[in-house]
């Protein structure tokens, strides 16, 4: 959902809207988020629904998503699939994971784990990390090699839950190296568990030189995302 237009271009887009898909999907976005403008779901739904109309590929997808959440329309899952089905066919990878996860759950369509694997697997194929830590759960039970290549993957890619799991099975096997790889990635995403495990490693010395404070700032870093929360 990356936006091309600033605030200064609010007006040309509103002017040129109705005639040109891009724009319309670009102030969706704007009045979906409440970016430079009051949000409205309402009318970023009747944009997004315009545009989506004229193909617009990401106005597919987050017309699906209104209707999967209720979001300026009435809540419909099954047309946020039909959606998400149009939309995944053209390559988007969020639409891929959203149908992968409404065939999983049987939300909008029969529930069809086979056919929600095929997506989660197009997803994490085509780059997107979140559908990499779900497919490396949905190996991790038959086969361990598959899922930490998945976690792997979805880690290199950024995901904080990939890149924890990821080092997590490295530290079970002894390799230290990607262990802290992977945990280091997490702990940037600002995973508290991230932090922990390697407050632990630094106050250790397991496989990086000991250094008490390192794993304290590590371990008050933890603590302060918990405390966040509550």
Request: net charge negative.
């Amino acid at each position: 959902m990356k936006m091309q237009y600033s605030k200064t271009d609010i007006e040309e887009l509103e002017r040129i809207s109705g005639a040109d898909p891009s724009a319309a999907y670009e102030l969706g976005l704007r009045y979906y988020a409440g970016i430079y403008v009051k949000q409205d779901l309402r009318k970023a739904f009747a944009l997004f629904r315009s545009a989506a109309n004229a193909g617009n590929v990401g106005a597919m997808y987050l017309r699906g998503k209104c209707h999967g959440e209720g979001q300026g329309i009435w809540k419909d899952p099954e047309r946020a699939v039909k959606w998400y089905m149009r939309a995944a066919i053209h390559g988007h990878r969020q639409a891929m994971y959203d149908l992968a996860e409404s065939y999983m759950h049987g939300e909008g369509v029969g529930k069809n784990s086979e056919e929600a694997m095929k997506w989660y697997r197009k997803a994490a194929e085509s780059g997107y990390g979140p559908a990499c830590y779900r497919m490396g759960e949905l190996c991790f039970h038959d086969d361990k090699e598959e899922a930490l290549q998945w976690f792997s993957k979805g880690g290199e890619l950024n995901d904080d839950l990939s890149a924890y799991s990821a080092g997590m099975i490295y530290y079970s096997k002894g390799d230290y190296e990607n262990a802290i790889k992977f945990l280091k990635i997490s702990a940037e995403q600002d995973n508290s568990d991230a932090y922990l495990r390697l407050s632990e490693m630094y106050l250790s010395g397991i496989g990086v030189a000991k250094n008490e404070e390192k794993a304290k700032e590590l371990f008050e870093r933890a603590n302060r995302n918990v405390y966040e929360l509550l």
